[in-house]
């Protein structure tokens, strides 16, 4: 099907250093051909002209970190959706929050004291990224990725991983350690309240799960130091995830990562951007004021310079309102946040001469936002390579 040739005009254009005005982006098929001056502009008869009535025209959103795919495909422990039908659901609710390329994020676990998941199953997994690495061979919305998270202590799952990463279905892997007394549970406190609160657990069982994942085994620095270079080879850019020391991010960086998923604190998060590792913090710690382990809060994080991305994680309207958030009650810009869920995650993940902002050569991935009279932002119009795939027009009182 050929592409539609659209000029966006009357829109307020979000570059990573500022908000054009006065300007008319034009596409050309797939990718974006020229930002013109609106002034001088006149329209092509072989234009579809859009009038953006003074909304935010921005680049489309990359999420790097998101298993919201996990609940959709299991949204109770006893209900395994199809899984197509949970990625075709999913894509058309990620659209209407402006998501344009979703690393869809499953993990290999070995096995979760928080209760059972069968989508982290490893056949269900399997079968998850063949479906994700098929879906552009059809009808889609979004440009589908996907993000492997391997628990160290999976040892069985590396042959696996590794077949993927050479077959080129992983875009993303990172290394996992929900070891409690350390990373996202450094504090146990918190960990025993967190386990308590998925299982009718007393304290003497509690103590033997911790003494068990403590005394583990784990796949050996060698052994993942191997797998990184094999991604890294490959294209696949390498992140460590819930870094809770400087030591930490010192090691993780010596075997190739470049992204730190989740720094644990802020002293941790400004020592991996001072060794050239891309931050991650997740968007729903904004809109619930901190984080639900008790660790850095991400609005405090973003602040304090410390933040490069903002991923969904596990909520994916989180995005949309968390830049937004950042503007109105912490005095941010817009295009300094609108970078942290676009061009950023697009560098990060080698994507950056491919999409990730509005500028000529760069895929038309992109969208329409507007606030509504309450402030409340809202996604009009997306494309993505090009193609206008969604629009929402709210009504107005009768």
């Not at 889609?140 to 040892?155: G, M, Q, T």
Request: net charge negative; proline share 4%; hydrophobic share 40%.
């Amino acid at each position: 099907m050929e592409h539609q040739r659209y000029a966006i005009k009357n829109a307020l254009i979000v570059t990573p250093t500022e908000v054009l005005e006065g300007q008319v982006l034009l596409t050309n098929g797939a990718t974006i051909l020229d930002l013109v001056d609106q002034a001088s502009w006149t329209p092509q008869a072989d234009q579809t002209v859009i009038d953006a009535e003074g909304a935010w025209l921005m680049p489309g959103f990359i999420d790097i970190h998101a298993d919201y795919i996990e609940h959709m495909a299991a949204p109770r422990p006893t209900s395994l959706m199809d899984f197509r039908l949970a990625l075709r659901e999913a894509e058309k609710e990620l659209v209407t929050h402006g998501v344009t390329t979703m690393f869809h994020s499953l993990s290999f676990y070995k096995s979760s004291e928080f209760g059972d998941n069968p989508v982290r199953h490893s056949k269900n997994v399997r079968r998850f990224i063949d479906l994700i690495d098929q879906l552009h061979q059809g009808p889609h919305l979004v440009r589908h990725r996907f993000h492997a998270r391997l628990e160290i202590d999976n040892v069985a799952a590396l042959p696996d991983l590794e077949e993927f990463i050479k077959d080129h279905k992983v875009h993303l892997l990172s290394f996992m350690d929900h070891t409690p007394g350390q990373g996202q549970y450094r504090n146990l406190e918190i960990f025993r309240e967190t386990l308590k609160g998925y299982r009718n657990l007393a304290d003497h069982e509690v103590d033997a799960i911790i003494d068990k994942h403590q005394t583990k085994e784990v796949l050996s620095f060698e052994v993942l130091t191997d797998l990184a270079r094999v991604a890294l080879n490959h294209g696949v850019a390498v992140a460590s995830h819930d870094d809770d020391t400087v030591e930490k991010v010192s090691l993780v960086k010596s075997f190739g990562a470049t992204i730190s998923e989740f720094p644990i604190t802020l002293e941790v998060a400004h020592e991996a951007r001072a060794q050239g590792l891309a931050t991650v913090a997740g968007a729903p710690n904004i809109l619930l004021g901190g984080s639900h382990s008790g660790n850095l809060g991400a609005a405090e994080a973003i602040q304090a310079g410390a933040v490069d991305i903002l991923c969904s994680d596990y909520y994916p309207a989180a995005l949309l309102h968390g830049v937004f958030r950042m503007v109105k009650e912490y005095g941010q810009t817009l295009p300094a946040m609108v970078a942290l869920v676009s061009t950023n995650p697009a560098a990060a993940t080698g994507l950056g001469g491919f999409t990730g902002a509005l500028r000529p050569g760069l895929r038309a991935d992109m969208l329409l936002c507007r606030a509504l009279e309450d402030g409340f932002p809202v996604v009009e119009a997306v494309f993505v390579d090009g193609d206008l795939v969604h629009q929402t027009h709210y009504r107005r009182p009768r």
